[in-house]
T-cell receptor
C-alpha cells in the first residue's frame, strides 16, 4: 500500500476562495482523521470518521470548514470561504481499528491563504 | 498585541550520545500511547507504542517508559544519529481519538 495519500501537497489561494483538500486513506482502515498543524497551536484534531461516518467534529473551527467521506477510499476537507488565518499544514491520517491502533499520516497539504 | 507562537522545547545532543525526550499527558483514562517522529516537510511517523498495562517497551535503539502515577512518558534514543533530528510528539489514545503533545525538537550535532 502507498500509505495515506493527500492532494494537493501545496495550495496557495486568495482570501474568500473555496479550498478543497483531498485524502485517500490506507485500504482497510476504518478510521480517518483530519488534523491541522500550526506553529501557534501545534497539531489539532479537526474531525474523525469511522466507517465513513463523522463521529466527532468538535475540533472543526467554524462553519466555514466541512468534511465529507463519501466512501471508504476518499475524504475531503473543504474551507469556504478561506481566510488568511486558515494557513496551516493539514494532515489526514487513517487507523486500522478501534481504540489502540496507530494512526498513519499522509504527507500533508500546506495551505497558504493570501 | 504581540502574538505568541508555540515554542517547542528543544534538545541538542552530540552524535552517538543517548537522547531522552519527555512528555506529560493529561488523561488518566488513556490506555495507549504512541511516540511519533516528524521530519521537516513530512507527516508524523510512528516510532513506538506502549499500552497502559506496561511501564517499559523497547524497540530498535528506542525505549519508551511510562509512569502512570505522574502521567509521564519518555522516549530514549540510544546512540543518537544525525537522521534522528526531528520533532518528536507523544500521543495519547483515549477512546478512538489521538491527542498530541506540543512536541520536542531534537537536533543532533555531528
Amino acid at each position: 500500500d502507498a500509505g495515506v495519500i493527500q492532494s494537493p501537497r501545496h495550495e496557495v489561494t486568495e482570501m474568500g476562495q473555496e479550498v478543497t483538500l483531498r485524502c485517500k486513506p490506507i485500504s482497510g482502515h476504518d478510521y480517518l482523521f483530519w488534523y491541522r498543524q500550526t506553529m501557534m497551536r501545534g497539531l489539532e484534531l479537526l474531525i474523525y470518521f469511522n466507517n465513513n461516518v463523522p463521529i466527532d467534529d468538535s475540533g472543526m473551527p467554524e462553519d466555514r470548514f466541512s468534511a465529507k467521506m463519501p466512501n471508504a477510499s476518499f475524504s475531503t476537507l473543504k474551507i469556504q470561504p478561506s481566510e488568511p488565518r486558515d494557513s496551516a499544514v493539514y494532515f489526514c491520517a487513517s487507523s486500522p481499528g478501534k481504540g489502540a491502533a496507530e494512526a498513519f499520516f499522509g504527507q500533508g497539504t500546506r495551505l497558504t491563504v493570501v | 498585541g504581540e502574538s505568541v507562537g508555540l515554542h517547542l522545547p528543544t534538545l541538542s545532543v552530540q552524535e552517538g550520545d543517548n537522547s531522552i525526550i519527555n512528555c506529560a499527558y493529561s488523561n488518566s483514562a488513556s490506555d495507549y500511547f504512541i511516540w511519533y517522529k516528524q521530519e521537516s516537510g513530512k507527516g508524523p511517523q510512528f516510532i513506538i507504542d506502549i499500552r497502559s498495562n506496561m511501564d517499559k517497551r523497547q524497540g530498535q535503539r528506542v525505549t519508551v517508559l511510562l509512569n502512570k502515577t505522574v502521567k509521564h512518558l519518555s522516549l530514549q534514543i540510544a546512540a543518537t544519529q544525525p537522521g534522528d533530528s526531528a520533532v518528536y510528539f507523544c500521543a495519547e489514545n483515549s477512546g478512538n481519538q489521538f491527542y498530541f503533545g506540543t512536541g520536542t525538537s531534537l537536533t543532533v550535532i555531528p
